[in-house]
């Protein structure tokens, strides 16, 4: 069983600091990766996509993939307390199929 | 655009009775999953349909759960009889391209299952 892993938290962030998120796979061949944020009886909502090696930014959000290492990790600059919510990590693992990780909620504190 | 349409938005059941959820994907999108969010963990694909074909049931457990997906648009899956352990959100989730590297998932709202 290909597996997804994410601390489960919850991560505690100061209002403006840095929230970081980690996410480790086990498939090699996986060539794409997302970042899902989901608030509290709410869908998934995707905020972030990362392909290559290196670092994306998109707004406050960078997100980062090592393949050699299958790494991927989400920053979130200047948290804000509308960032409080559970951050799932997903695994395209071929034809639109997602394998999710079981997220971290994070709570950004005033 | 419109999004993903399901529903019921809630359902309460009791266990061995049956229920069916609705979706309608975003116009245009030929494949369609559902999947199931059990309380504090990621979503599980159950299915996944191309236009009305089977891509890949491997999790679904088929001896009470199926589904369908007729004309290639509107999609139903059923529970039938239903255990304790099916309280969850059955999210359903279109995508247009889903052979190419960075094609998306959109989702709907979701059904939220529970069975006393």
């Known amino acids: 069983q290909k597996e997804v892993e994410q601390n489960s938290g919850p991560l505690s962030v100061p209002e403006g600091a840095i929230a970081s998120l980690n996410c480790t796979y086990s498939?090699?061949?996986?060539?794409?990766f997302f970042w899902y944020r989901q608030y509290s009886g709410k869908s998934p909502e995707l905020i972030m996509s990362?392909?290559?090696?290196g670092d994306k930014e998109d707004g406050r959000f960078t997100a980062q993939l090592n393949k050699a290492s299958q790494y991927v990790s989400l920053l979130i600059r200047d948290s804000q307390p509308s960032d409080s919510a559970t951050y799932l990590c997903?695994?395209?693992?071929?034809?639109?199929?997602?394998?999710f990780g079981a997220g971290t909620q994070v709570v950004v504190t005033p | 655009e419109a999004g993903v349409a399901q529903s019921p938005r809630y359902k309460i059941i009791e266990k061995r009775q049956s229920v069916a959820f609705w979706c309608n994907p975003i116009?245009?999108?030929?494949?369609l999953y559902w999947y199931q969010q059990i309380l504090g963990q990621g979503p599980k694909l159950l299915i996944q349909?191309?236009?009305?074909?089977?891509?890949?049931d491997s999790q679904l457990p088929k001896d009470r759960f199926s589904a369908e997906r007729l004309k290639g648009v509107d999609s139903t899956l059923k529970i039938q009889p239903a255990k304790l352990e099916d309280s969850a959100v059955y999210l359903c989730?279109?995508?247009?391209?889903?052979?190419?590297?960075?094609?998306?998932?959109?989702f709907g709202s979701g059904t939220q299952l529970s069975v006393l």
């Open positions: 989730a279109s995508s247009s391209s889903p052979g190419v590297t960075n094609e998306k998932l959109f």
């Open positions: 498939d090699r061949v996986s060539q794409s």
């Open positions: 990362i392909y290559s090696n």
């Open positions: 997903a695994v395209n693992m071929g034809w639109g199929k997602l394998q």
């Open positions: 116009s245009g999108h030929a494949t």
């Open positions: 349909f191309q236009n009305n074909g089977v891509v890949d």
